[in-house]
């Protein structure tokens, strides 16, 4: 079972550097009950229906670039998140954290 995150608000045929992927195989497969990504293709993740609660989570970032390219990671994140000063290396953490926690 196979899911894959990749950002959503940029045409597909521009340059995506990036992405996420989860894979889960045998028997494992059967415990999935949810999966998704955020609509930036920061992580991917997969849910089982057990009581603890288990989940797979790949998330992906980048460090600021020496030379911040139109095609690098950093500049596609900033460009599709709509707000030009920010910092995807911080903010991944600011929206993932709260996504684990729930």
Known sequence: MLNLGSTKRIPKKTVQPGGTMVLVSGATVETIKE???DNLGRWSWK???DE???SFISAYTSCKP???GATTVWVQLRR????ADIDPHKQILTDLVPF???
Not at 80 to 83: E, F, I, L, N
């Open 80 to 83: 599709a998140s709509g707000v």
């Open 47 to 49: 849910s089982a229906g």
């Open 52 to 54: 603890r609660g288990t």
């Open 66 to 68: 020496s030379s911040a």
């Open 100 to 102: 684990i926690k729930t």
């Open 35 to 37: 999966s998704g990504s």
